[in-house]
């Protein structure tokens, strides 16, 4: 099934541009009660049953009795390019928030822990110390990068699996304080802003990399509540690890990546902070997407 809507789906409603009328019924949308007034516009929140198969549309409003939304493309809005830098901790909520947005935004996403993680996966098969700077200027000088959807290519070799191994993470923030690495990191990472639109997540988007980016969040969350996290998403990969190691790792992680001398992680001065423990994915994108229409309309490029 194409994930963008075919002509059958959808008819667009005069003169706004970009802006589509989707018969409930036909979509399999359900309505939800709440309501809430924004500027001229009335806007329905309305639970999208298959809303990952619409990436880069977002819900616009509903009609009264029901039987339409409206969805808007984000492509459509008057902003010739965005750079959107999500940072912080292991387990803060990044990874998944970052591509859920990155796709209802039609934003390219860019994984930049993954990166690090397949120099560290690279030292370590070459039988190297992730401690050795030489090792890792090395490694980092010859990896060959690509990103192809949610898989990541090292030297033509899908690692995405690989690259989430416990050892692995332990290597990429070793690694990861490594100049050599992270100017080739960096420069790597420029080049895929120079692209067009991007929700980048990390450490040091907002600060060293996109020091520019026209919105930044930092987004953080309680030990306990991160431990658990990534405990599921280990559980979910069929790795085994108790709360108390995994908790543990998560500090020693944050510790180094914290006080590295290079690029360490922290918000950017101007980024907005995102306290995550008691929120839900869904209640964390929408403050984030009320921030970006804000900057939007702040900056006058509106519609
Ligand atoms: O986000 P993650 O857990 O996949 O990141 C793996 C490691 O890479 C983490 O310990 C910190 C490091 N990293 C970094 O230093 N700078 C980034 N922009 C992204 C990740």
Redesign the pocket.
Known sequence: MSPFPQSHDYFPIGPLRGVFLLPTQQSGEKRRSSHRDDSEMRWISVCFRNREAWPGFELAAGDLQGQFVVIQHHSDLRVPKMIITI?G??GSG??TISRMLASRLGFRFL???????AI?LAVLQAGNNPNEEAANAAAAAVAELKFDGDSLFLNGRDVSQE??APRV??A??L???SPAV?DR?VEL?RAVGDTGSLVT?????GT??FPLAECKFFLTASVTARANRRLLDLQERGISQSLEEVRQQIEE?DQ??EQ?EL?P?KPAADAIIVETSLLTIEQVLEQMLEQIRRRKAESGTDT
């Not at 994984?111 to 993680?117: E, L, N, S």
């Not at 997540?201 to 988007?205: A, P, S, T």
């Open positions: 940072d901790p292991a990044k990874s994984d930049t822990g993954a990166m690090y993680r560290a690259i989430r993470s332990e990429a923030s690694v990861a304080a992270r990191m990472q997540e990390g450490r040091d988007q060293v990399v992680r180094r990546d590295r690029a992680m």
